[in-house]
Protein backbone atom coordinates (compact mmCIF):
# COMPACT_ATOMS: atom_id res chain seq x y z
CA UNK A 1 0.00 0.00 0.00
CA UNK A 2 1.71 3.21 -1.00
CA UNK A 3 -1.07 5.56 -0.43
CA UNK A 4 -2.34 8.34 1.60
CA UNK A 5 -6.32 8.28 2.21
CA UNK A 6 -8.21 10.53 3.48
CA UNK A 7 -11.54 10.89 4.89
CA UNK A 8 -14.49 12.17 3.83
CA UNK A 9 -13.26 14.17 0.23
CA UNK A 10 -16.07 16.69 0.83
CA UNK A 11 -17.36 18.62 3.81
CA UNK A 12 -19.58 21.27 3.93
CA UNK A 13 -20.43 22.21 7.99
CA UNK A 14 -22.18 25.28 9.65
CA UNK A 15 -20.28 27.37 12.18
CA UNK A 16 -21.33 25.53 14.72
CA UNK A 17 -20.88 21.96 13.84
CA UNK A 18 -18.27 19.46 14.97
CA UNK A 19 -16.47 17.67 12.25
CA UNK A 20 -13.89 15.51 11.79
CA UNK A 21 -11.15 15.13 8.99
CA UNK A 22 -9.35 11.26 8.91
CA UNK A 23 -6.25 10.65 7.15
CA UNK A 24 -4.21 6.89 7.06
CA UNK A 25 -1.19 5.29 5.56
CA UNK A 26 0.02 1.90 5.64
CA UNK A 27 3.73 2.68 4.56
CA UNK A 28 5.47 2.47 7.95
CA UNK A 29 6.10 6.81 7.61
CA UNK A 30 6.90 7.65 10.82
CA UNK A 31 5.84 11.42 9.95
CA UNK A 32 2.79 12.88 9.26
CA UNK A 33 1.44 16.21 8.37
CA UNK A 34 -1.56 18.53 8.05
CA UNK A 35 -1.63 21.36 5.11
CA UNK A 36 -3.74 23.63 4.45
CA UNK A 37 -4.64 24.64 0.61
CA UNK A 38 -6.33 27.74 -1.01
CA UNK A 39 -7.02 27.54 -4.30
CA UNK A 40 -4.41 28.27 -6.70
CA UNK A 41 -1.55 28.55 -4.04
CA UNK A 42 0.51 26.36 -2.19
CA UNK A 43 -0.34 24.34 0.72
CA UNK A 44 0.67 25.92 3.86
CA UNK A 45 2.25 23.86 7.15
CA UNK A 46 -0.80 23.75 9.71
CA UNK A 47 0.60 20.61 11.90
CA UNK A 48 3.56 17.92 11.95
CA UNK A 49 3.39 14.79 14.02
CA UNK A 50 6.59 12.81 14.22
CA UNK A 51 6.30 9.15 16.14
CA UNK A 52 2.51 10.05 16.91
CA UNK A 53 4.30 12.92 19.08
CA UNK A 54 3.03 16.35 18.09
CA UNK A 55 6.30 18.41 17.04
CA UNK A 56 5.08 21.61 14.60
CA UNK A 57 2.19 23.72 15.58
CA UNK A 58 2.53 26.41 12.90
CA UNK A 59 0.46 28.80 14.90
CA UNK A 60 -3.12 27.32 13.88
CA UNK A 61 -5.85 28.43 16.16
CA UNK A 62 -7.58 25.88 18.62
CA UNK A 63 -10.51 25.62 16.61
CA UNK A 64 -8.45 23.08 14.42
CA UNK A 65 -7.47 20.03 16.87
CA UNK A 66 -5.07 17.38 15.25
CA UNK A 67 -4.72 14.05 16.89
CA UNK A 68 -2.97 11.04 16.33
CA UNK A 69 -4.02 7.81 17.80
CA UNK A 70 -1.59 5.52 16.04
CA UNK A 71 1.76 5.41 13.53
CA UNK A 72 -0.79 4.62 10.72
CA UNK A 73 -3.86 7.29 11.57
CA UNK A 74 -4.02 11.53 11.28
CA UNK A 75 -6.95 12.95 12.68
CA UNK A 76 -8.02 16.82 12.43
CA UNK A 77 -11.24 17.93 14.66
CA UNK A 78 -12.71 20.77 13.33
CA UNK A 79 -14.80 23.02 15.75
CA UNK A 80 -16.38 26.97 15.46
CA UNK A 81 -14.78 27.14 12.32
CA UNK A 82 -15.16 30.51 10.24
CA UNK A 83 -16.01 31.27 6.61
CA UNK A 84 -12.57 31.62 5.87
CA UNK A 85 -10.91 28.03 6.80
CA UNK A 86 -13.11 27.13 3.42
CA UNK A 87 -10.06 25.26 1.87
CA UNK A 88 -8.40 21.71 0.64
CA UNK A 89 -7.01 20.40 3.49
CA UNK A 90 -4.39 17.67 2.68
CA UNK A 91 -2.56 15.34 4.68
CA UNK A 92 0.80 13.98 4.31
CA UNK A 93 3.03 11.03 5.34
CA UNK A 94 7.13 10.78 5.06
CA UNK A 95 9.30 8.29 6.30
CA UNK A 96 11.13 10.72 8.89
CA UNK A 97 10.37 14.35 9.89
CA UNK A 98 14.01 14.84 10.14
CA UNK A 99 15.73 13.57 7.10
CA UNK A 100 15.22 15.65 4.16
CA UNK A 101 16.00 13.37 1.83
CA UNK A 102 12.49 11.95 1.38
CA UNK A 103 9.62 13.85 0.05
CA UNK A 104 6.15 13.78 1.19
CA UNK A 105 3.07 11.44 -0.16
CA UNK A 106 0.12 13.13 -0.25
CA UNK A 107 -3.32 12.35 0.32
CA UNK A 108 -6.11 13.57 -2.09
CA UNK A 109 -7.28 15.96 0.28
CA UNK A 110 -10.59 16.99 2.02
CA UNK A 111 -12.16 19.62 0.70
CA UNK A 112 -14.05 21.75 3.63
CA UNK A 113 -16.67 24.39 2.93
CA UNK A 114 -17.83 26.39 6.22
CA UNK A 115 -21.43 27.95 6.06
CA UNK B 1 13.72 31.39 6.71
CA UNK B 2 14.00 29.77 2.90
CA UNK B 3 11.90 31.29 0.28
CA UNK B 4 11.50 29.65 -3.00
CA UNK B 5 10.19 31.74 -6.03
CA UNK B 6 8.53 30.59 -9.23
CA UNK B 7 8.13 33.28 -11.26
CA UNK B 8 5.71 32.10 -13.92
CA UNK B 9 2.25 31.42 -12.52
CA UNK B 10 0.78 30.72 -15.68
CA UNK B 11 1.94 28.59 -18.94
CA UNK B 12 1.08 26.71 -21.40
CA UNK B 13 3.22 24.38 -23.65
CA UNK B 14 1.52 22.61 -26.92
CA UNK B 15 1.35 19.04 -27.38
CA UNK B 16 3.86 17.13 -28.01
CA UNK B 17 6.49 20.04 -27.50
CA UNK B 18 8.95 20.96 -24.37
CA UNK B 19 8.32 23.37 -21.97
CA UNK B 20 10.44 24.63 -19.10
CA UNK B 21 9.30 25.71 -15.65
CA UNK B 22 11.36 27.98 -13.72
CA UNK B 23 12.03 27.66 -9.59
CA UNK B 24 14.94 29.67 -7.78
CA UNK B 25 15.44 29.51 -4.07
CA UNK B 26 17.30 31.21 -1.37
CA UNK B 27 19.02 29.80 1.21
CA UNK B 28 22.52 29.35 3.29
CA UNK B 29 22.44 25.80 3.58
CA UNK B 30 24.77 23.56 1.94
CA UNK B 31 22.82 20.46 2.41
CA UNK B 32 19.79 20.12 1.08
CA UNK B 33 16.87 19.06 -1.05
CA UNK B 34 14.82 19.94 -4.17
CA UNK B 35 11.84 18.94 -5.18
CA UNK B 36 8.77 19.09 -8.01
CA UNK B 37 5.40 18.72 -7.36
CA UNK B 38 2.30 18.23 -9.85
CA UNK B 39 -1.01 18.34 -8.96
CA UNK B 40 -3.65 17.77 -11.30
CA UNK B 41 -7.17 19.28 -10.97
CA UNK B 42 -7.61 15.67 -9.16
CA UNK B 43 -6.04 17.41 -6.18
CA UNK B 44 -3.24 15.16 -5.00
CA UNK B 45 -0.34 16.41 -5.26
CA UNK B 46 2.22 13.63 -6.88
CA UNK B 47 6.20 13.99 -6.63
CA UNK B 48 7.69 14.19 -10.18
CA UNK B 49 11.30 14.74 -9.52
CA UNK B 50 13.74 15.01 -6.85
CA UNK B 51 17.52 16.15 -7.10
CA UNK B 52 20.36 16.28 -3.73
CA UNK B 53 22.05 19.65 -3.27
CA UNK B 54 24.91 17.55 -3.40
CA UNK B 55 24.67 15.67 -6.64
CA UNK B 56 25.67 17.38 -9.26
CA UNK B 57 24.31 15.46 -12.01
CA UNK B 58 20.68 16.65 -13.02
CA UNK B 59 18.02 14.18 -11.99
CA UNK B 60 15.85 12.57 -14.69
CA UNK B 61 12.69 10.81 -14.89
CA UNK B 62 11.74 9.79 -18.24
CA UNK B 63 10.39 12.84 -19.63
CA UNK B 64 11.24 14.93 -16.99
CA UNK B 65 14.67 16.41 -16.13
CA UNK B 66 15.51 19.20 -14.26
CA UNK B 67 18.61 21.74 -14.82
CA UNK B 68 20.05 22.11 -11.12
CA UNK B 69 22.44 24.87 -10.44
CA UNK B 70 23.98 25.49 -7.05
CA UNK B 71 25.36 28.79 -7.58
CA UNK B 72 22.71 30.19 -8.90
CA UNK B 73 20.44 29.02 -6.94
CA UNK B 74 18.48 27.87 -9.48
CA UNK B 75 15.96 24.48 -10.29
CA UNK B 76 13.76 24.33 -13.21
CA UNK B 77 12.04 21.40 -14.58
CA UNK B 78 11.72 20.84 -18.36
CA UNK B 79 8.84 18.74 -19.57
CA UNK B 80 9.78 17.00 -23.27
CA UNK B 81 6.74 15.56 -25.13
CA UNK B 82 4.25 17.26 -23.43
CA UNK B 83 0.96 15.35 -23.00
CA UNK B 84 -2.38 16.55 -22.02
CA UNK B 85 -2.04 14.62 -18.77
CA UNK B 86 0.77 16.92 -17.79
CA UNK B 87 -1.65 19.94 -17.24
CA UNK B 88 -1.31 20.52 -13.72
CA UNK B 89 -0.33 22.88 -11.00
CA UNK B 90 3.81 22.29 -10.81
CA UNK B 91 5.07 23.18 -7.33
CA UNK B 92 8.05 23.62 -6.79
CA UNK B 93 9.85 22.82 -3.43
CA UNK B 94 12.84 22.43 -0.85
CA UNK B 95 13.48 20.69 2.00
CA UNK B 96 16.44 20.89 4.37
CA UNK B 97 17.78 17.95 6.56
CA UNK B 98 15.50 17.97 9.88
CA UNK B 99 12.85 20.41 8.57
CA UNK B 100 9.85 21.03 6.68
CA UNK B 101 9.25 21.60 3.22
CA UNK B 102 8.86 25.21 1.45
CA UNK B 103 7.16 25.01 -1.57
CA UNK B 104 6.54 27.65 -4.33
CA UNK B 105 4.04 29.95 -5.59
CA UNK B 106 3.30 27.33 -8.26
CA UNK B 107 3.13 27.67 -11.95
CA UNK B 108 -0.16 26.65 -13.67
CA UNK B 109 0.48 24.44 -17.21
CA UNK B 110 -1.99 24.20 -19.88
CA UNK B 111 -1.06 21.53 -22.53
CA UNK B 112 -2.82 23.14 -25.99
CA UNK B 113 -3.98 19.75 -28.46
Known amino acids: DTEVTQTPKHLVMGMTNKKSLKCEQH?????MYWYKQKAKKPPELMFVYSYEKLSINESVPSRFSPECPNSSLLNLHLHALQPEDSALYLCASSPSARQGFYGYTFGSGTRLTVV | AQTVTQSQPEMSVQEAETVTLSCTYD???????LFWYKQPPSRQMILVIR??????QNATENRFSVNFQKAAKSFSLKISDSQLGDAAMYFC??????????FGTGTSLTVIP
Open chain 1, 27 to 31: MGHRA
Open chain 2, 51 to 56: QEAYKQ
Open chain 2, 27 to 33: TSESDYY
Open chain 2, 93 to 102: AYRSTGNQFY
